[in-house]
């Protein structure tokens, strides 16, 4: 059983990463559309590499880490889908990252699908 100590070292963290977010620091979140639970749902033919995907896949793949939220968040606000975009996000980690040792890198590709399960249980407002 964790100790009480690390839950509140987490919480603590938790709690400070939220105060940046909220503080302005990626406040260009904000202008961003929400996703409705609807346009969440995971259609499974939606993960299937098709061409029109493999742009948005060497944007994540190529762009710089540093520019890499603004240019994705302006192409959502130029009208880039919560479906293409988790599609794309998985299809480049998959491509990229490789599964060896366990648990190492791969935990990447791993957490965009915990993120989208998150995101169906959050509010829309938070979504």
Known sequence: MPNLHTRRQFIRAAAASG?????????????????????????????????????????????????????VGARIRSGLGYQPLLAALLLAGVRNIQPRPVGFKFHAVLVVNSAHLASMASPEADR
Not at 20 to 34: D, H, I, K, Q, T
Request: proline share 8%; charged share 30%.
């Open 19 to 71: 105060a940046v977010v909220a503080g302005g620091e990626l406040a260009f979140f904000s202008g961003l559309p929400r996703v409705s639970a609807q346009e969440a749902r995971l259609d499974p033919q939606s993960l299937r590499f098709t061409d029109e995907l493999e742009p948005l896949i060497r944007l994540l793949e190529q762009t710089p880490r540093e520019r890499l939220l603004e240019e």
